[in-house]
């Protein structure tokens, strides 16, 4: 097996391939977070007046949520690396479709705030994310109101002009989904009374931490079992805010995971997010041995962000409860590679959600496990990996399918650089679509990533 590209008729495919060498050492820094960045430029495009935005992740997904906010007729312009200016106007209609590449956050917020705004568009997105669910959001859209044709729950689907304000509702979150949640709360500040969301499962609440810094009121209840309720009056307007990107925990993990299976490693990895809605991952792989401490804790615009030290570690496989999925739900890809380099069975329940992401990643995962010799095998929403512990964990010597999903992509690199034999992946552009300096960060502390 060789680097090498494939060529279709007007593509060319890069095959990165990942090769085990010496320990991974040294220092670098998170990527912006992807949800809090989608989040950063919708609502400052909804705000009038002149928002700054430093630390923008500039990947495929959330650029193409700044294209979209032009679309609708906000100024969004770049003054530097992750420096962003955005100065919200009074929505339009936008003449052509509205176009998501990859991204399931970008399409899905909006869609909500485009039905807030009471303005008509067209939204659509790659192979990937046409096959994914849009029903869950134009549901709760619908019972507010909205008019909306779609193709059987899938995309490409068109919102239509409505001049009438939206119904308040009461709506309770059918999935644990913080794309559905902040769809309907977008959609909400178009609502002539009271909307209130009830989520029985706490998903990330970036959402409602952020309306409430754009000057939005909301609040939140428990709802006294281990959810809660969000009330937000319809009709209030966004004031600008600045805000600071913290860096995102679920992109960190990889150099992190790498650190925690390659022999000797100490690796650094400087300024994530610690949202207690999204560290499900660190608790889990703490779990599990690792040695990984916070340090330089400290508050940076209201959030929880650290500086995450990861050594490399003998792990052992536990059970991992369902009630954390949603606090981790896009780091099980690179869970179960570290599942497959501990001893012992790791166990990962109440995974259903995996089934409708970029590409089912139960299905992506297994696969890719079971192509490079480790034991995995899954359900309906569970996965089980069996690790055999040691070095190499994994056999490796595989090409991967990824299916048009990034993580599934950078997961088989990190299990590339301590597998037995190199990892091969039939496609790296996606990527980019959530951290295009992915293969240079892993490479600048010591990885083997040829492209
Ligand atoms: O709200 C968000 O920013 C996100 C929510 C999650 O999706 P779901 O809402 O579909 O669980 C997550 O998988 C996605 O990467 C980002
Ligand atoms: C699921 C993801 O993103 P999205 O839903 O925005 O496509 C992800 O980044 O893993």
């Given at each position: 097996?060789?680097?090498?590209?494939?060529?279709?008729s007007d593509t060319v495919t890069r095959r990165p391939i990942a090769t085990k060498g010496g320990s991974l050492s040294g220092t670098v820094t998170a990527p912006g977070d992807k949800s809090i960045s989608h989040?950063?430029?919708?609502?400052?495009?909804?705000?009038?007046?002149?928002?700054?935005?430093?630390?923008?992740?500039?990947?495929?997904?959330?650029?193409?949520?700044?294209?979209?906010?032009?679309?609708?007729?906000?100024?969004?312009?770049?003054?530097?690396?992750?420096?962003?200016?955005?100065?919200?106007?009074?929505?339009?209609?936008p003449e052509k479709s509205l176009y998501f590449g990859n991204s399931g956050t970008g399409v899905r917020l909006v869609m909500g705030a485009v039905a807030g705004a009471g303005i008509r568009a067209s939204f659509?997105?790659?192979?990937?994310?046409?096959?994914?669910?849009?029903?869950?959001?134009?549901?709760?859209?619908?019972?507010?109101?909205?008019?909306?044709?779609?193709?059987?729950?899938?995309?490409?689907?068109?919102?239509?002009?409505?001049?009438?304000?939206?119904?308040?509702?009461?709506?309770?979150?059918?999935?644990?989904?913080?794309?559905?949640?902040?769809?309907?709360?977008?959609?909400?500040?178009?609502?002539?009374?009271?909307?209130?969301?009830?989520?029985?499962?706490?998903?990330?609440?970036?959402?409602?931490?952020?309306?409430?810094?754009?000057?939005?009121?909301?609040?939140?209840?428990?709802?006294?079992?281990?959810?809660?309720?969000?009330?937000?009056?319809?009709?209030?307007?966004?004031?600008?805010?600045?805000?600071?990107?913290?860096?995102?925990?679920?992109?960190?993990?990889?150099?992190?995971?790498?650190?925690?299976?390659?022999?000797?490693?100490?690796?650094?990895?400087?300024?994530?997010?610690?949202?207690?809605?999204?560290?499900?991952?660190?608790?889990?792989?703490?779990?599990?041995?690792?040695?990984?401490?916070?340090?330089?804790?400290?508050?940076?615009?209201?959030?929880?962000?650290?500086?995450?030290?990861?050594?490399?570690?003998?792990?052992?496989?536990?059970?991992?409860?369902?009630?954390?999925?949603?606090?981790?739900?896009?780091?099980?890809?690179?869970?179960?590679?570290?599942?497959?380099?501990?001893?012992?069975?790791?166990?990962?329940?109440?995974?259903?959600?995996?089934?409708?992401?970029?590409?089912?990643?139960?299905?992506?995962?297994?696969?890719?496990?079971?192509?490079?010799?480790?034991?995995?095998?899954?359900?309906?929403?569970?996965?089980?990996?069996?690790?055999?512990?040691?070095?190499?964990?994994?056999?490796?010597?595989?090409?991967?399918?990824?299916?048009?999903?990034?993580?599934?992509?950078?997961?088989?690199?990190?299990?590339?650089?301590?597998?037995?034999?190199?990892?091969?992946?039939?496609?790296?552009?996606?990527?980019?679509?959530?951290?295009?300096?992915?293969?240079?960060?892993?490479?600048?502390?010591?990885?083997?990533?040829?492209?």
């Amino acid at each position: 097996m060789s680097a090498s590209t494939s060529k279709s008729s007007d593509t060319v495919t890069r095959r990165p391939i990942a090769t085990k060498g010496g320990s991974l050492s040294g220092t670098v820094t998170a990527p912006g977070d992807k949800s809090i960045s989608h989040r950063s430029l919708i609502l400052s495009a909804l705000a009038k007046g002149e928002s700054a935005i430093t630390g923008l992740l500039e990947a495929d997904d959330v650029l193409r949520t700044a294209a979209s906010m032009r679309a609708l007729g906000a100024s969004v312009e770049r003054d530097g690396p992750g420096k962003w200016r955005v100065i919200g106007e009074q929505w339009q209609s936008p003449e052509k479709s509205l176009y998501f590449g990859n991204s399931g956050t970008g399409v899905r917020l909006v869609m909500g705030a485009v039905a807030g705004a009471g303005i008509r568009a067209s939204f659509d997105g790659d192979i990937s994310l046409r096959g994914r669910p849009m029903g869950r959001v134009l549901e709760p859209l619908r019972m507010m109101g909205v008019e909306a044709d779609d193709r059987e729950g899938r995309l490409p689907v068109t919102i239509k002009e409505n001049g009438n304000g939206l119904r308040a509702v009461e709506v309770k979150l059918a999935s644990a989904s913080a794309q559905v949640k902040s769809a309907i709360l977008l959609a909400a500040l178009g609502a002539s009374g009271t909307v209130r969301v009830h989520e029985p499962v706490l998903c990330r609440d970036h959402t409602e931490r952020m309306l409430s810094a754009f000057g939005v009121e909301l609040s939140t209840a428990s709802d006294g079992k281990d959810g809660r309720f969000i009330t937000m009056d319809g009709g209030q307007s966004l004031k600008p805010c600045d805000v600071n990107v913290p860096g995102d925990p679920s992109s960190a993990a990889f150099a992190i995971a790498a650190a925690l299976i390659v022999p000797h490693s100490d690796v650094v990895v400087k300024g994530v997010l610690l949202n207690p809605l999204r560290t499900g991952l660190y608790q889990t792989l703490r779990e599990m041995g690792a040695d990984i401490t916070f340090e330089n804790q400290r508050v940076e615009n209201g959030e929880d962000v650290a500086d995450i030290r990861a050594r490399h570690s003998v792990l052992r496989g536990i059970e991992v409860p369902a009630a954390r999925a949603p606090s981790m739900i896009d780091e099980y890809p690179i869970l179960s590679v570290v599942a497959a380099f501990a001893h012992g069975e790791t166990m990962m329940t109440g995974l259903e959600e995996l089934r409708v992401k970029e590409s089912d990643r139960i299905a992506s995962v297994e696969a890719g496990l079971v192509a490079c010799g480790a034991d995995a095998v899954s359900g309906p929403d569970w996965l089980k990996v069996s690790g055999a512990g040691g070095t190499p964990g994994m056999i490796g010597g595989a090409l991967i399918k990824t299916n048009h999903d990034h993580r599934i992509a950078m997961s088989f690199l990190v299990a590339g650089l301590a597998s037995e034999q190199p990892i091969e992946i039939d496609d790296a552009s996606m990527i980019a679509t959530s951290f295009p300096d992915f293969i240079d960060q892993i490479n600048s502390i010591g990885g083997n990533i040829k492209q």
